[in-house]
T-cell receptor, first 115, second 109 residues
Framework: GAGVSQSPRYKVAKRGQDVALRCDPI?????LFWYQQALGQGPEFLTY????????KSGLPSDRFFAERPEGSVSTLKIQRTQQEDSAVYLC?????????????FGPGTRLTVL | KNEVEQSPQNLTAQEGEFITINCSYS?????LHWLQQHPGGGIVSLFM???GKKKHGRLIATINIQEKHSSLHITASHPRDSAVYIC???????????FGKGTKLSVKP
């Protein structure tokens, strides 16, 4: 497919477990963004990559959240010692060029439920 | 106070009605997005605009930079337009997208 894909689509974790969420951006897209969307809310910015460089991680809510994009394509968002407040949809988006102001193409999201 | 406010939060319309969704923002911006989110989470960008008006099919988006306000209009609404419509602006110290909470639209046949 030509779009942004994310896996898994749904993840249920017990409190305290570690989870890893994967994002496959559109091939060749330079910029990659992660967002967190709580139920009934709009998405909130987590972090931004330009190629393999993480240029902004100001939105990560705690040091339990970690993101990487080691080869400038696939990205993984890792959450350690999950808490109930981490339950949300995690959205990934990619953009063709560097910078934050191009059109972003969103993946379907991963719905994380922490019990 | 949220930096991006949308109204109404929920909107129910009959097929064929003209629909308006409003967005007000408090930060200085360079551009504003209107996005559509269907059940299941997928988000599609409808418009990005920094001035004036854009039209695509039955959708029209306008922005007034001085008043910090944008509207999304849907003409001749159809049940397939049922979705959550989200306004987002580039703002804050880093210029990241700041999203409104969305407007849930339901169009009845």
């Amino acid at each position: 497919g030509a779009g942004v894909s994310q896996s898994p689509r749904y993840k249920v974790a017990k409190r305290g477990q570690d989870v890893a969420l994967r994002c496959d951006p559109i091939s060749g897209h330079v910029s990659l963004f992660w967002y967190q969307q709580a139920l009934g809310q709009g998405p909130e910015f987590l972090t931004y990559f330009q190629n393999e460089a993480q240029l902004d991680k100001s939105g990560l809510p705690s040091d339990r959240f970690f993101a990487e994009r080691p080869e400038g394509s696939v990205s993984t968002l890792k959450i350690q010692r999950t808490q109930q407040e981490d339950s949300a949809v995690y959205l990934c988006a990619s953009s063709l060029y560097g910078g934050r102001e191009g059109t972003q193409y969103f993946g379907p999201g991963t719905r994380l439920t922490v019990l | 106070k949220n930096e991006v406010e949308q109204s109404p939060q929920n909107l129910t319309a009959q097929e064929g009605e003209f629909i308006t969704i409003n967005c007000s923002y408090s930060v200085g911006i360079s551009a504003l997005h209107w996005l559509q989110q269907h059940p299941g989470g997928g988000i599609v960008s409808l418009f990005m605009l920094s001035s004036g008006k854009k039209k695509h099919g039955r959708l029209i988006a306008t922005i007034n930079i001085q008043e910090k306000h944008s509207s999304l209009h849907i003409t001749a609404s159809h049940p397939r337009d049922s979705a959550v419509y989200i306004c987002a602006v580039y703002g804050g110290s880093q210029g990241n997208l700041i999203f409104g909470k969305g407007t849930k639209l339901s169009v009845k046949p």
